[in-house]
């Protein structure tokens, strides 16, 4: 995909965010951002920490992190700077990895649904 517009077109055109099994991953070796919210709520630019990604599909993503994650809930921000796109999304699992000697977490996420902010 070469432009956040593709990417968007390719995530945008399902009417549902199938379960990230279900749909063909695709290797999405980009830095990105995230941001733990509760109840879905409206995260600010603070909020956001910088993931790197591994795949991406238009079921969800997955990402590494350095600890486990503490939340269920987050908004995830594809593209560059000024071009982002925001979806909610659920984490769907969390799996302990060695990365070059340390532990790390794979986690994986499933989208919900595209969200504008403000």
């Known amino acids: 995909m070469s432009s956040i517009n593709e990417l968007a077109a390719f995530l945008e055109g399902r009417d549902d965010y199938a379960e990230l099994r279900q749909s063909p991953r695709h290797?999405?070796?980009y830095i990105q951002w995230i941001a733990p919210v509760a109840d879905y709520?409206?995260?600010?630019?603070?909020d956001f920490c910088r993931v790197e990604c591994v795949d991406l599909s238009t079921g969800g993503m997955s990402f590494f992190l350095p600890s486990e994650p503490h939340f269920t809930r987050l908004v995830i921000a594809l593209g560059q700077v000024p071009m982002l796109v925001h979806y909610q999304a659920r984490v769907v699992y969390a799996r302990p990895i060695d990365r070059n000697g340390k532990l790390e977490y794979h986690v994986g996420c499933q989208f919900l649904k595209r969200v504008h902010l403000s």
């Open 41 to 46: 709520s409206d995260p600010v630019p603070d």
């Open 27 to 29: 290797r999405y070796a």
